[in-house]
Nanobody
Framework: VQLQAFGGGLVQAGGSLRLSCAASGRTFSRYVMGWFRQAPGKEREFVARISWSGGYIYYADSVKGRFTISRDNAKNTVYLQMNSLKPEDTAVYYC????????????????WGQGTLVTVSS
């Protein structure tokens, strides 16, 4: 599976961005899709994940209520709508796939996109 994330950019605090992750290769719809982020000097952290059907969604507490993950299996694309952005959301955002039904560890994600930078100014 090849993943390409895009949609990052510079936004003011309180603003919104929508990230997209386009997948190609193996059957996209069979995978759990996740979004992660990595801020400078910090470890990569989980943001959100969505099951193959879209029926199971899970968010990190830090983004709950502000971010929304969704997917369109017909377009092989997963999205991350980010609202009410804060400076602490500044990071490189990565999409990834997992063959596990409910991955709980970053090591369960097999394929990764190249990342897209989100910068939130105060």
């Amino acid at each position: 599976v090849q993943l390409q994330a895009f949609g990052g950019g510079l936004v003011q605090a309180g603003g919104s961005l929508r990230l997209s992750c386009a997948a190609s290769g193996r059957t996209f719809s069979r995978y759990v899709m996740g979004w992660f982020r990595q801020a400078p000097g910090k470890e990569r952290e989980f943001v959100a994940r969505i099951s193959w059907s879209g029926g199971y969604i899970y968010y990190a507490d830090s983004v709950k209520g502000r971010f929304t993950i969704s997917r369109d299996n017909a377009k092989n694309t997963v999205y991350l709508q980010m609202n009410s952005l804060k400076p602490e959301d500044t990071a490189v955002y990565y999409c990834a796939t997992s063959g596990s039904s409910r991955p709980v560890d970053i090591r369960e994600y097999t394929y990764w996109g190249q990342g897209t930078l989100v910068t939130v100014s105060s």
